[in-house]
């Protein structure tokens, strides 16, 4: 069976290969990868004469070595195919293996993580190369049945609560000004602040204005306030099928009336009205069932598995690497790779990227 295998670093051929995939998002595209300041953004193609697998991805130098790891933008990335990865032969999983084993050796890259996408079955692609772990469960509202019918599957107090908020008479809108976007984003950082969240949740004002880029992306802002006063925020990203609240902030002031109720109920709404099928909640920081999941839980007891991916294409030099590190081997540490892991020996700089918690 004739293939090839190649690697893309420029926009134009890139987001042709993601527009041809099966099934793809905003996620995928060169544009969000761009965003991305931790290393290049790189798109791994592999290509026979029907179909195609790519992967996107970032790759990061390792510090104080000659290596270099790759890892995934923040949300739901990993592989797309031009066809559904259920029909995938074993023939072409094991090409495909072997030449992006060829591809990690000749970017001097000894690892990589990425987190899963729920819907694309990736794991079928991915299962033997390294390994799928599970992260715990996500959570979705199912946009395709009737309005009445998924508000009767909402926790009975929080239909109650919501029908409530939409009698105040708040106003929600689309943010259409630059002082609208950096209001949200102050609010947003008092709610970090707030719950003590870790550095990698900071992202500067000019992000939010770069993921409302209507020239590459298709996603909203969505406010609510109460008079002039801004009560509550989300940034919404938009693909053909999915609705997603990626970013979302509350007014300390307003907490205590819980308008992000109201904000998630209008984000399926919004969902409905753009014909999108999928209202994806998510799940609780790190996989965990916390506080953050049961919220997403009132509102729909839908689920699918939350899966991340981690291959270590040589061993020697990430063993190496986590030896000088300091940190021990230890298979069910969930984190990965060890040789980044916060309490190793060489401390992080402040221009070195972020850690990955699995």
């Not at 023939?91 to 690892?111: D, G, H, N, V, Y």
């Amino acid at each position: 069976m004739n293939h090839r295998s190649f690697t893309i670093r420029n926009r134009k051929d890139w987001d042709e290969y993601i527009s041809r995939a099966y099934i793809h998002e905003g996620f995928h595209t060169w544009y969000y990868h761009s965003l991305n300041t931790e290393g290049e953004p790189l798109l791994f193609v592999y290509e026979e004469e029907k179909l195609f697998i790519a992967l996107p991805v970032i790759k990061r130098k390792i510090e104080s070595s000659e290596y270099f790891d790759m890892t995934c933008v923040y949300g739901y990335a990993g592989p797309l195919s031009s066809v559904p990865f259920t029909s995938l032969s074993a023939l072409t999983i094991a090409q495909f293996k072997a030449e992006f084993t060829i591809f990690m050796k000749a970017e001097s890259a000894i690892c990589i993580f990425s987190r899963l996408h729920p819907f694309l079955d990736q794991y079928h692609l991915l299962e033997n190369i390294g390994g799928i772990k599970d992260n715990g469960t996500t959570l979705y509202v199912d946009l395709s049945i009737s309005e009445e019918e998924q508000r009767d599957r909402y926790d009975k107090r929080l239909g109650r609560q919501i029908r409530s908020l939409r009698k105040m008479g708040f106003i929600i809108k689309e943010a259409d000004t630059a002082q609208e976007i950096e209001d949200f984003a102050e609010m947003y950082y008092r709610n970090m602040d707030r719950l003590n969240a870790s550095s990698n949740y900071y992202f500067d004002v000019q992000y939010f204005i770069n993921l409302l880029n209507e020239e590459y992306m298709k996603n909203k802002l969505i406010l609510i306030y109460d008079g002039v006063n801004l009560m509550c925020g989300a940034l919404i990203l938009l693909s053909d099928a999915i609705v997603r609240n990626h970013l979302s902030a509350t007014s300390p002031d307003y907490l205590n009336i819980s308008p992000s109720k109201l904000m998630t109920d209008e984000i399926s709404m919004i969902g409905r009205r753009m014909g999108k099928k999928i209202f994806h909640l998510g799940g609780g920081v790190g996989g965990k069932e916390d506080s953050l999941f049961n919220f997403k839980k009132l509102f729909s007891n839908l689920q699918v598995k939350d899966r991340i991916w981690c291959y270590i294409n040589d061993e020697p030099a990430y063993n190496d690497l986590v030896l000088r590190s300091g940190v021990e081997i230890d298979p069910e540490t969930p984190f990965f790779p060890l040789y980044r892991h916060p309490k190793r020996k060489a401390q992080t700089t402040a221009s070195e990227p972020e850690t990955t918690t699995i």
